[in-house]
């Protein structure tokens, strides 16, 4: 499948232009490739006692997939056996996957993973996900042969059997591989595509999936780039973000596959073998079957796009995941380590070009998980409250019920009301009542806004040790006026500027940085494109000089211009330096700074993925980082932590709620869940 070709160009001053890649594998065929002798090299390397591993691997890889299918045919003409069997029997556990795997037509080997996503309890549908999003009418038709050939039964009957609705709809229609290939376009069925998916979602209560089914089923790849961008002028965001507003579950994840995989092939495997290895354990079936289906199509673009995403070359995130000859056949595959080049490439900086001008274009609509409650009673609520916490023990689930389900500003009512009525201060009784992640999380929510953000900053610079990740965030995250709320919130509360305390307890270009950010000035509107040129230009130009001029520099534009203006920034920096902005930060910059201006680019490119990363990293692993939980948790639920949510599901490929529910326990995990509002 071929992918959205990106029209913009460089400047004169760089040999790289933006146009659409050509794909690029590792395997190809072997020179002077004699059959017969691989097949006596196989036959010599399984005999006797063990197996040569070595020679297997090096000579299976060190051929293509036609080569291979000659080989077994010689295996058996010379042996009167078969060759897969052989091998089968000679090796164990993922490198025997693995081998036997790469000795496979392509089309036996999506046959056999489509076969092995069905059978057993449940279904791989993530696996369905990535073969029928991704495949080639050609290679859809093979498939389909191959399935029936091996199976005696067709492929279409056990997708009916093993799925349902929209779901099942979309994955027939993909199966036909019937997707118009002519390469030519109709600007006005543009037009009117783009019209339509918006009134089948955005534009009406309700979604007409099977609008969404037909245009993403059927229109060619050049057509629907060009959809997608009559879509974004449109609705003002991006197609992505309609599907995933719109849709759910497992639909709404093959339809963003679909998506990704138009815009661009190689960039939606990079992030799937990211996936794969990251956190505890590794989706072996998952590595497997990426690497082996592109070797010999765009393993080097895959491999450009993956160090473009994560700054780590595919080949080291292989290299520290896996062991043994496992390990060695899957570099054999990867075909080399691109962190030893140290540059970026150039089918990176396209893509990364057209991430920013999509960026800029699309208008994100926020959504939260917490809504003002409907018949509103702050006195009933007050008196609620009360009762639930005098006499023997305190009902929490009453409590929990009432402050999580209440809109802050309704909470702020029934503090009144509490303290009107029964002479009490809530936050007082609360905290008596209640005890540990339980009492500060109720507290949290039943502060203000700006009480509680100005906690969240008191709590991060006291003590021993300073919070500095809890400090960018914040900063980071707020708007002028909630950062000039908080300002008086801590003053008033602590009775000493917020701004002495950042002082006080941090130094240097960091401390530099807050200081900027907490005056609360940053600009407000729309890019001025001019500006955003002369920006690029110094930038560029501060990455080459020595670190204290560059981190001043890249300080008075990051601290200072609008989110907007940025996005445009960032994209014509890609433009000067051949670089995306981030890979400069990480590279040049370290410590505290590097993570502050990290933090600023990463929240101008899409906030609720930011905020979705400091989410998963105050779960993952051994411990929980309970405040920054918190303090998302409470700070987003009534602002975006819907798109928090939908990011967190397609970063992670487990869902917030899911998360959360085996990170905590009782009464805490409880409140979380109902502030979280729902599962993905």
Known sequence: MSQCPVTATLTPSTTHTLQGSVFRGIITDAPDFDPTADAEALYNAMKGIGSDKEAILDLVTSKSNAQRQEVIAAYKCSFGKDLIEDLKYELTGKFERLIVSLMRTSAYHDAKEMHDAFKGVGTNERCLIEIMASRTNRQMNEMVAAYKDAYGRDIEEDIIVDTSGHFKKMLVVLLQGTRDESGVVDADLVQQDAQDLYAAGEEQWGTDEAKFIMILGNRSVTHLCMVFDAYEKIAEMSIEH??????????????????????????????????????????????????????????????????????????????????????????????????????????????????????????????????????????????????????????????????????????????????????????????????????????????????????????????????????????????????????????????????????????GHFCQILVSLVQGAREEGPADEERAIADAQELADASNADTDDMEMKFMSILCTRS???????????????????????KKEMSGDVKNAFYAIVR??????????????????????????????????????????????????????????????????????????????
């Open 242 to 507: 309609s599907i995933k507003h719109e849709l759910s579950g497992d639909f709404e994840r093959l339809m963003l596959a679909v998506v990704q995989v138009i815009r661009s092939v190689p960039m939606f495997y990079a992030k799937r073998l990211y996936k794969s290895m990251k956190g505890l354990g590794t989706a072996d079936s998952t590595l497997i079957r990426i690497m082996i289906s592109r070797s010999e199509i765009d393993m080097l673009d895959i491999r450009e796009c993956f160090r473009l995403l994560y700054e780590k070359s595919l080949y080291n995130m292989i290299q520290d995941d896996t062991s043994g000859d496992y390990k060695r056949t899957l570099l054999n595959l990867c075909g080399g380590d691109d962190d030893l080049a140290g540059e970026f490439f150039p089918e990176a900086a396209q893509i990364a070009y057209k991430m920013w001008e999509t960026s800029a274009m699309t208008k994100v609509q926020l959504r939260s998980t917490v809504r003002p409650a409907p018949s509103f009673d702050p006195a009933a609520d007050a008196q609620a409250l009360r009762k639930a916490m005098k006499g023997f023990g305190t009902d929490e689930d009453a409590i929990i019920d009432i402050v999580a389900q209440r809109s802050n500003a309704q909470r702020q009512e029934i503090r009144q009301a509490f303290k009107s009525q029964l002479g009490r201060d809530l936050l007082k009784d609360l905290k008596s009542e209640l005890s540990k992640n339980l009492e500060r999380l109720i507290i949290g929510l039943m502060l203000n806004p700006a009480e509680f953000d100005a906690k969240m900053m008191r709590k991060a610079i006291e003590g021993a040790g300073t919070d500095e990740h809890a400090l960018i965030e914040i900063l980071v995250t707020r708007s002028n006026e909630e950062i000039l709320a908080m300002n008086a919130a801590y003053q008033g509360a602590y009775k000493k500027s917020l701004e002495e305390s950042i002082h006080s307890d941090t130094s």
């Open 563 to 585: 989110f907007p203006h940025l996005r445009k920034v960032f994209q014509e920096f890609v433009r000067y330096s051949n670089k995306d902005i981030e890979q400069i930060i």
């Open 603 to 680: 929240s101008v490119k899409n906030q609720p993925s930011y905020l979705a990363d400091r989410l998963y990293k105050a779960m993952k692993g051994l411990g929980t980082d309970d405040r920054a939980l918190i303090r998302i948790m409470v700070s987003r639920s009534e602002v975006d932590l819907f798109n928090i949510r939908k990011e967190f599901k397609e970063t992670h490929d487990v869902s917030l709620h899911e998360f959360i529910q085996g990170d905590t326990s009782g009464d805490y995990r409880k409140t979380l869940l109902v502030l979280c509002g729902g599962e993905d």
